[in-house]
């Protein structure tokens, strides 16, 4: 089972296009999106129109959970529909796929926006992510960096962000295959392994 795993669209049209384009072309047979759909970007509404029209199963971010307070982006007015389903976007979905079982959330388990897990981070860090959830694989966004760090039998995977990362101009995505946990990252504008 091949598993399509993006973030941190922040209102970025054209990347989540070229995205959903990339993953289609790799024969996905699953998306999910570790949250952040609006802000920075100039088509917050836009990007919350095609994730309602694809079905894509997405987790509430720091700055969707914001959108209720700022009702307007850089760019445009959010609309009704967009805050109303930013409202109602999960915290965490939890799927077992393959056998194994697989968490979904936006910064960490323990859903504090203001902890950033990187690949070097402290292990007490990742001793928490593990303590805090059970799964086999945890997806997380947040940070825009990718990640694949094998803790303690767990895989953590972060698949950067469509948007870019925040200290170089790498847009990326991945695919998660299962059951055998392979987490491959791509480049969404040259549609290339990254790794």
Not at 60 to 69: C, M, S, T
């Amino acid at each position: 089972m091949k598993i399509g795993v993006f973030s941190d669209v922040h209102g970025h049209l054209d990347e989540l296009h070229l995205t959903l384009k990339l993953f289609e072309s790799l024969k996905v047979d699953m998306l999910v999106c570790g949250g952040d759909l609006v802000d920075k970007g100039e088509f917050s509404n836009e990007v919350v129109d095609v994730m309602i029209a694809r079905a894509i199963p997405c987790v509430q971010g720091n700055h969707d959970k914001k959108a209720q307070f700022i009702w307007r982006t850089h760019a445009e007015p959010l609309k009704p529909t967009t805050i109303d389903y930013l409202m109602n976007l999960p915290p965490t979905l939890d799927y077992t796929w393959e056998g194994k079982t697989v968490h979904v959330c936006h910064a960490n388990p323990w859903l504090d926006a203001s902890y950033y897990l990187y690949p070097d981070c402290p292990t007490f860090l990742f001793d928490e992510v593990i303590r805090t959830c059970p799964a086999d694989i945890v997806i997380m966004g947040h940070t825009h960096h990718p990640m694949r760090v094998e803790y303690k039998d767990r895989l953590l995977i972060n698949p950067g962000s469509i948007y870019g990362n925040r200290d170089r101009d790498e847009r990326t995505c991945g695919v998660l295959s299962l059951p055998d946990g392979n987490f491959q990252l791509y480049n969404i504008e040259t549609g290339t392994s990254t790794t």
